[in-house]
């Protein structure tokens, strides 16, 4: 006991001392911080709910990657050091203590706060046992009719393998044992729940729309499968499989690439078990078969109270239901951009002949880019488009263009990134589309991932004249993540920029080594080194005692060679403010370190997804924007880009995103040096929610904007 007492301390010492936090810890910090919009009691309960909702989803996916990324290591015998210095095993026991205590913390307040105010909102999450008989009926009959054909009981046993179970499925553990044999014999049969079935039999009762979860209404059907054996125990369960693989294409350029990302997707179907999330109170022999059979120990386990609920990603039936759709909150009408207020009213490739578009999303709607590819689609004047692809919606309008592009005879290069984490099959299915449609289709570029966001539109507009649209974004081509994303994207015509994605178009999709671009940063070229130049050049002022300043406003921050760079800025006097919603590997405010580096963590009503670059130059600044985060996966196995902003409206507009980013009090979380998060402190002044301020943005308070 004493020995495990000073591990601990040890460990506890350890992470203190080091000067960088880690990935993973701080990763568990932001959903907490996600956890807390849960709390806001001035929500209505479906958008607490729906917070809750993201949480439970946010959480398999750490599990199913970081936490699969680390027993990558450990199944294999392979050396892992954390940021913080942690070996393999101590950290695996470190992040499980952590993400169980997150697990805790998640079902005690959805028990404690949310459950009771269920009814005074209309609806209750019914146990089958408090039914009427009536609606005891009902629900049986909809057991008999449409759940009891779709159930296949698994047995396991001497004679039957271990059956594959699903990933992040709701199933059934059914132990039973058989009055014709020893008494001792007992066996476990497993069911999947039926995914493509409602999670909530919904009933209306005294007023109130009652939801009877689909689990309880096979728990309490169960001996229908199960004749003349006795039921021991009806066990629900779910687990979490690693998920994280590296896709290395082959370097034979015949090899069939599609083919191995159709395997590589099944083996997320059949990875090792990292977690087995299971009721309070399950069957402690079917959990010690589990755990032999899965490799697990106890910190694997996670126990759901039996007042709440596994999976709380099954809310959103709820959430969505007509019947609560006023009480829900609705997004704002998005408002014209500021550079293009005559949108609806003028042509759109005119206009971008006269200047440049800022557009901010969802604050401006993503309409000008999905008019801009339909108008191109059919456009007879329009040669050719090139696009780079990494999430589209489920019925795209982008795709949808793209094929009708292709039908009316244009030559269209689509990039698009089927290895985009958990949209690859919903990828590869609209890339075959768009392929068979006759559209140039690359499928990503070697064993890198494709992240950047592009497209260039060429125009041939007189007998000699060719115009070339440009599109640039933080975010990606999808119009349904677009209405509660917040991303930068810029419309352009200027020939710095075509000349710029022509040359990269080339590079992704030919054999072409640019020797320079004007206005963009590429990776895994060249954008690690040329950012860090950047802050170099930030110290070298501020040791000169020329003014100078960083902000950088990003989703995620781990890479350790720009980190090192802002620590020595920071000790050369660079005041440096960083807005990173997610995990930050640098620790901010430590003594001879990192005094002057203030962090914060924007996490509100819209998901900040937008990176933007801010250098002070000696009151130049220079402002670039882009899809890539300060990640070594970005700098390193990614294609990324950052484009330059060279227009002084345009850049005023990016550093007056960044000016009321920092001065937001409602939505602002503030880094302490132990990684440690405190909710920002109005002192006197009057709420500022960004989420709101941008909808009320003017020109004028725009070209005020300064950050030092």
């Not at 497993?190 to 309880?216: A, C, H, T």
């Not at 557009?359 to 488009?385: G, Q, R, T």
């Not at 260039?456 to 000699?464: A, F, Q, S, T, Y």
């Not at 115009?467 to 209405?483: C, D, I, P």
Request: aromatic share 10%; hydrophobic share 35%.
């Amino acid at each position: 006991m004493e020995d495990s007492i000073v591990t601990t301390e040890r460990i506890v010492q350890q992470i203190e001392e080091s000067n960088y936090i880690s990935r993973d810890l701080s990763w568990l910090k932001f959903n907490y911080r996600v956890l807390d919009q849960v709390m806001h009691t001035d929500r209505s309960i479906f958008d607490r709910l729906k917070f809750l909702s993201i949480t439970a989803s946010n959480l398999d996916e750490f599990c199913t990657i970081r936490l699969g990324s680390l027993y990558n290591y450990i199944d294999y015998g392979k050396e892992r050091f954390d940021y913080n210095g942690l070996r393999e095993e101590p950290f695996r026991m470190l992040l499980l203590s952590e993400t169980q205590k997150f697990y805790r913390d998640q079902n005690e307040y959805y028990v404690e706060h949310l459950k009771p105010l269920f009814s005074k909102n209309g609806f209750v999450i019914a146990p089958y046992r408090e039914l009427s008989i009536d609606n005891t009926a009902k629900v049986n009959d909809y057991f008999n009719k449409t759940i009891f054909p779709m159930l296949t009981p698994m047995v396991f046993d001497s004679y039957h393998t271990f059956p594959l179970l699903m990933n992040n499925r709701l199933l059934f553990g059914v132990v039973t044992k058989s009055p014709l044999e020893n008494n001792t014999q007992q066996r476990v049969s497993f069911m999947q729940v039926p995914q493509n079935l409602p999670r909530f039999y919904e009933l209306e009762e005294d007023g109130l729309i009652k939801f009877v979860p689909i689990e309880e209404i096979i728990r309490n059907n169960v001996h229908n499968l199960f004749r003349n054996v006795e039921i021991i125990s009806t066990n629900l369960f779910r687990i979490n499989r690693n998920g994280d693989f590296t896709l290395e294409e082959s370097e034979d350029i015949e090899s069939n690439f599609l083919e191995d990302l159709k395997r590589k997707l099944k083996t997320r179907r059949s990875g090792r078990v990292v977690r087995l999330e299971v009721e309070e109170g399950a069957d402690p022999w079917m959990i010690r078969l589990l755990k032999i059979q899965w490799d697990l120990d106890e910190h694997n386990i996670f126990y759901a109270p039996q007042e709440s609920m596994i999976e709380f990603s099954g809310l959103m039936q709820i959430i969505g239901h007509k019947e609560f759709k006023a009480l829900r909150v609705h997004p704002h009408e998005p408002i014209k951009p500021l550079n293009f207020p005559e949108h609806g009213s003028r042509d759109l490739f005119e206009v971008l002949k006269e200047r440049d578009i800022l557009l901010h999303h969802p604050y401006n709607s993503m309409e000008p880019v999905l008019e801009m590819v339909e108008k191109a689609a059919d456009d007879p004047y329009v040669l050719s488009i090139k696009i780079t692809i990494y999430r589209v919606a489920r019925e795209s309008r982008i795709t949808a263009a793209l094929l009708r592009a292709a039908e009316n005879g244009k030559h269209v290069s689509v990039l698009f990134e089927v290895k985009a984490r958990f949209d690859e099959e919903n990828n590869l299915r609209e890339a075959q589309r768009l392929q068979k449609a006759g559209c140039f289709v690359i499928y990503g570029v070697g064993n890198l991932k494709t992240h950047t966001k592009l497209m260039l539109i060429v125009r041939k507009e007189g007998e000699d004249k060719v115009y070339r649209y440009v599109h640039l974004s933080s975010g990606n081509y999808n119009e349904a993540t677009s209405r509660f994303y917040v991303d930068i994207g810029l419309l352009t015509t200027k020939e710095v920029y075509a000349n710029d994605v022509s040359e990269f178009f080339n590079v992704i999709t030919g054999h072409s080594q640019p020797s320079a671009y004007r206005n963009l940063i590429t990776s895994p070229r060249d954008m690690r080194i040329q950012l860090c130049n950047l802050v170099r050049r930030e110290a070298e002022n501020a040791r000169n005692g020329i003014p100078s300043g960083i902000v950088i406003k990003l989703n995620s921050f781990q890479d350790k060679e720009l980190i090192d760079e802002l620590y020595e800025a920071s000790k050369a006097g660079v005041p440096i403010k960083l807005i990173v919603r997610g995990m930050c590997c640098l620790r901010p405010m430590r003594k001879g370190l990192s005094e002057n580096i203030e962090v914060i963590s924007i996490v509100g009503e819209y998901l900040e997804h937008s990176r933007i670059y801010y250098f002070h130059n000696a009151d130049n600044p220079k402002v670039y924007i882009g899809s890539a985060d300060a990640m070594v996966r970005s700098f390193d196995r990614r294609v990324e880009s950052l484009f330059l902003l060279d227009e002084d409206v345009l850049k005023k507009q990016a550093i007056n995103n960044l000016r009321f980013n920092l001065k937001d009090n409602v939505n602002a979380y503030v880094m302490q040096e132990d990684g440690t998060y405190v909710k920002k402190e109005l002192n006197g002044n009057p709420p500022f929610n960004i989420h709101k301020e941008f909808y009320t943005i003017t020109k004028d308070v725009v070209l005020d904007a300064k950050l030092f």
